[in-house]
T-cell receptor
């Protein structure tokens, strides 16, 4: 079945440093989504990428979808303590359901 | 999202007991899902339903069953709970026209002793 791999599993940064998490799929995706889960909370939808090579920005967050639609990345510029949480990518193929990566836990020290 | 609610929020039960986790939504979505979250394992799909008459197994359905009582309600049952079912359980909904963007409930933390 479809697999979505996400690295790193965990990253600890100092406030102000940049952070990137990477997502790779074993199959070509129709779209990829990113979610954020704060400690003790539930996953919350951040963004969806659909087109090959697509790049979207949300303030300090930059999301990319690879040309082959099999990989994606989330980059946070100048992290803040409010960025703490686990970031999940989730891919979908055709009419299947979402397959989530295992997530990257981000810890930001002030 | 307050539009997706789960009850109970926390539950402690004993091995062998039958328990039910309930999910309700006011978003008007047709699609509903149950996920299990264990530390470091991400979100694993247990069951999903695309409408009231549709039930599908996910990747880890063994030991679980579901019921879609109405468009707004989707319940998850553990027929005979075992300790390795201790986990955080999330219900989610999506709209068929929204390319599967999912909206999660607050979660139910389950401990099986």
């Amino acid at each position: 079945g479809q697999q979505v791999m996400q690295i790193p599993q965990y990253q600890h940064v100092q406030e102000g440093e940049d952070f990137t998490t990477y997502c790779n799929s074993s199959t070509t995706l129709s779209n990829i989504q990113w979610y954020k889960q704060r400690p003790g909370g539930h996953p919350v939808f951040l963004i969806q990428l659909v087109k090959s090579g697509e790049v979207k920005k949300q303030k300090r967050l930059t999301f990319q979808f690879g040309e082959a639609k099999k990989n994606s990345s989330l980059h946070i510029t100048a992290t803040q303590t409010t960025d703490v949480g686990t970031y999940f990518c989730a891919g979908i193929t055709g009419y299947s359901t979402l397959t989530f990566g295992k997530g990257t836990m981000l810890l930001v020290s002030p | 999202d307050a539009d997706v609610t789960q009850t109970p929020r926390n539950r402690i039960t004993k091995t062998g007991k039958r328990i039910m986790l309930e999910c309700s939504q006011t978003k008007g979505h047709d699609r509903m899902y149950w996920y299990r979250q264990d530390p470091g394992l991400g979100l694993q799909l247990i069951y999903y339903s695309f409408d009231v008459k549709d039930i599908n197994k996910g990747e880890i359905s063994d030991g679980y069953s579901v019921s879609r009582q109405a468009q707004a309600k989707f319940s998850l049952s553990l027929e005979s709970a075992i300790p390795n079912q201790t986990a955080l359980y999330f219900c989610a909904t999506s709209d068929w026209g929204d390319q599967e963007t999912q909206y999660f409930g607050p979660g139910t933390r389950l401990l099986v002793l």
